[in-house]
């Protein structure tokens, strides 16, 4: 089992900046692929941003050009820097870990989740 929690969030205005953490641990070494999602309320889980275990990486066109991700492979830690923050980027955003980078891309359902932090920007 992989144990995936979460820091970050909070309540920032338009044009702001926040960085979320996800702090893995337990059977770590079964995971390639580390990513962000966010639930609006309303609306559909999405993938923001993942990134692989060798560097590669992926971003929702939404967010492309704003947000960052990135991975401390010693700390089993992905970062999401998000900048130039808009009201529509409020949501739920969950961490989630999976074995597989591109099976990440496709799937709804990644093999481990984290619990979640709320993300709101008041406009």
């Known amino acids: 089992q992989v144990q995936l929690v979460e820091s970050g969030g909070g309540l920032v205005q338009a044009g702001e900046s926040l960085r979320l953490s996800c702090a893995a641990s337990g059977s770590i070494f079964s995971i390639n692929a580390m990513g962000w999602y966010r639930q609006a309320p309303g609306k559909q889980r999405e993938l923001v941003a993942a990134i692989s275990s060798g560097g590669r990486t992926y971003y929702a066109g939404s967010v492309k050009g704003r947000f960052t991700i990135s991975r401390d492979n010693a700390k089993n830690t992905v970062l999401l820097q998000m900048n130039t923050l808009k009201p529509e980027d409020t949501a739920v955003y969950y961490c989630?870990?999976?074995?597989?980078?591109?099976?990440?891309?496709?799937?709804?359902?990644?093999?481990?989740w984290g619990q979640g932090t709320q993300v709101t920007v008041s406009s």
């Open positions: 989630a870990a999976h074995t597989s980078f591109g099976e990440l891309l496709v799937t709804t359902t990644p093999r481990y």
